[in-house]
């Protein structure tokens, strides 16, 4: 059995996932506002958009003079100018309507087992934070889903100043949480940020990997985890 003090949760699609794709939410605005915009048109937009806008201001504009709201409302804008509107006071109104919808728990839903999960390893007294690529609402958007609780810290990679896989946000989280990198284990669903990037540092990990996602990277088996609900077991296996 592992002897470990600290466990690190991503969120996003770890704990919590969006109701809905973005294409479609973003069109229910419109919609609501009076705009006819497919929402495949918005989805494919929000792709390119998002990408460009993660390569030319990395970690929410970190560092590059952009708070993590400008760099939303810029993305979100310049996908429904990409998808065909191009009215300036529309386009603000949807942007900071949406961007407040996404601290919603309407929005964002607990992924099954989560909080049955948290709440065991929290009686079997293990300390635990957040490590998170997200920007300054993620505190808010766990309080709104009840799950903020459960956590000693969150630290984001807007706060860290370093998104994964950086080890650098991951030697924070121990400093958080007092723990050496060897007492501790990171849960979190993508193989290179989350799973590899936490052993580079030392840390245990655990890969969620439900069925049907494909096969990807070659991971052991007993650091896979079909649901959250298998976490305490590999543990206690390890």
Not at 41 to 63: I, K, W
Not at 77 to 92: H, I, M, P, T, Y
Not at 130 to 143: C, G, H, K, M, Y
């Amino acid at each position: 059995m592992l002897r470990l003090r600290l466990l690190t949760w991503d969120v996003k699609d770890t704990l919590l996932r969006l109701r809905q794709p973005v294409g479609q939410s973003y069109a229910a605005e419109a919609r609501a506002q009076g705009l006819q915009v497919q929402p495949e048109a918005l989805e494919r937009s929000f792709r390119e958009v998002y990408r460009a806008q993660s390569h030319r201001f990395p970690n929410y504009g970190h560092g590059q003079g952009l708070s993590s709201q400008q760099w939303w409302l810029d993305v979100v804008k310049q996908s429904f100018r990409l998808s065909g509107v191009q009215d300036e006071a529309a386009l603000v109104k949807l942007a900071e309507k949406l961007y407040g919808d996404y601290c919603s728990s309407h929005t964002w839903e607990v992924l099954p087992g989560a909080t049955d999960t948290l709440g065991r390893c929290r009686q079997l007294g293990f300390r635990m934070g957040v490590v998170s690529n997200f920007d300054s609402r993620l505190e808010l958007i766990l309080s709104r889903c009840d799950l903020r609780h459960h956590f000693e810290f969150v630290l984001t990679s807007e706060a860290a100043g370093f998104a994964k896989p950086d080890g650098r946000i991951f030697e924070q989280a121990l400093r958080l949480g007092g723990a050496r990198a060897e007492q501790a284990a990171h849960i979190g669903d993508d193989y290179s940020r989350d799973y590899r990037a936490a052993r580079a540092v030392g840390m245990h990990s655990f890969l969620l990997r439900a069925a049907g996602q494909g096969e990807g990277p070659e991971v052991p088996s007993e650091h896979v985890l079909p649901t959250l609900s298998h976490l305490l077991a590999r543990i206690q296996k390890e």
